[in-house]
């Protein structure tokens, strides 16, 4: 009888130990969910920065062609045979150097016919004029008529013109030599050379060869037309600096200046043509290259820079959060002017201003922040940004 009370016991005394343990572990429950609502839900860890005042020089970005300054194919402007080639392929020319030199022995002998002709002429002027110097001379003596003096001065007048017929037909043979010569037109660097000696060569013809200039040199781009009155008054100062960037980046960059508008904006793409020259000594621009151009023709006066990812996009606007003394946040609606190099140049807060940079995601306007500890913040971002919102700030 005593063995089997013992079991019992045994069992009531578990369940009443189960029942303590619910009743104080209920307890300990609702005193921890009434502490929490009355101090509210945690912070919310977030990385801040100030927001500074600053001048921002507007960046502009777009790909470029280089282009030559000048090129042209060099073709025979007469029909002849190539006797002699001066120049290699790939060979820098000087402006008036002697390229190709043609067949000119017709040419030569035309010459020769003309300069004999022309002496011929000045023989018959001179006794044209012995003629009539003598007729004069007997008219005043009243030896001849006043018709045979009109007939020497005729004559005279006659050889005279031949003179000048025969002088000019001397010109244009010694022109029609010096197409046999092909110079240079401006300094440049030559093509692929066409021809041979002995090649017929045609006026139309293919070219000999092309001569590109390459310094200067020139890369044409497009911008938006928004950017139209910035570029105007850029180019009438004349000191517009625009810098080109090779694509492969290990040329590096080179700096030039705007030189040229276009008179029209492109009504199908909404942009505007212009070009830039840029000093071409070393050779790193070749036409046909692509390039990316940069230049800043206008400035935003005491803007307002924050970090770029500060900015947040609303479904109506965008907005930063910005926290006030007590570390409670509230959204801002921000205009955002520009964004370059990682920095956002805004209006709607004021510098000095604490807005968000990372963390923003789980914040609600009147969300309590923490700063978040330096190690707990990710590589390249937080105060990265804040050091170079600083460094430009007044």
Request: no cysteine; glycine share 6%; aromatic share 4%.
């Amino acid at each position: 009888m005593t063995q089997n009370k013992f079991p019992k016991r045994l069992a009531l005394a578990v369940v009443i130990a189960a029942v303590l343990i619910g009743a104080v572990w209920s307890w300990r429950s609702k005193a921890s969910n009434a502490e929490t609502r009355k101090s509210g839900p945690p912070p919310v860890l977030v990385v801040t920065t100030q927001a500074a005042q600053s001048v921002v020089q507007v960046k502009l970005s777009a790909t470029g062609t280089v282009t030559p300054v000048q090129q042209v194919d060099i073709r025979p402007q007469v029909t002849s045979t190539v006797a002699r080639i001066h120049i290699k392929e790939g060979q820098q020319v000087r402006h008036g150097e002697l390229l190709f030199s043609l067949d000119a022995r017709a040419d030569e002998a035309n010459i020769r016919k003309a300069d004999a002709q022309l002496a011929k002429s000045r023989s018959d002027l001179a006794t044209a004029q012995r003629n009539l110097d003598r007729q004069r001379e007997l008219f005043k003596q009243k030896f001849i008529s006043q018709a045979a003096l009109d007939q020497a001065q005729n004559e005279f007048d006659v050889v005279k013109a031949q003179l000048a017929v025969d002088e000019a037909g001397v010109e244009a043979s010694r022109v029609t030599r010096g197409y046999q010569e092909i110079r240079a037109p401006f300094a440049g660097r030559t093509g692929a050379v066409q021809a041979f000696p002995g090649t017929l060569v045609q006026p139309n013809s293919a070219a000999l060869v092309s001569i590109t200039q390459l310094d200067p040199i020139n890369v044409s781009f497009t911008l938006p037309e928004r950017e139209l009155p910035a570029l105007q008054a850029a180019l009438s100062r004349g000191d517009m600096p625009v810098t080109a960037l090779i694509a492969d980046g290990k040329a590096g960059s080179v700096a030039g200046k705007l030189s040229f508008l276009d008179n029209a904006v492109d009504t199908a793409t909404g942009t505007i043509r212009l070009k830039a020259q840029f000093s071409n000594a070393g050779g790193k621009l070749w036409p046909g290259m692509f390039v990316t151009v940069s230049l800043a023709p206008r400035s935003l006066d005491d803007a307002i820079i924050v970090p770029a990812q500060a900015v947040q996009t609303g479904p109506e606007r965008k907005f930063v959060y910005v926290a006030d003394a007590e570390n409670k946040v509230a959204s801002k609606p921000v205009q955002l002017l520009n964004i370059q190099d990682g920095l956002a140049a805004i209006t709607g807060i004021k510098a000095g201003d604490r807005v968000v940079v990372e963390g923003a995601q789980n914040l609600r306007p009147g969300s309590t922040i923490a700063e978040r500890k330096k190690e707990d913040a990710k590589p390249g971002k937080g105060d990265a940004p804040a050091a170079a919102v600083k460094a430009k700030g007044p």
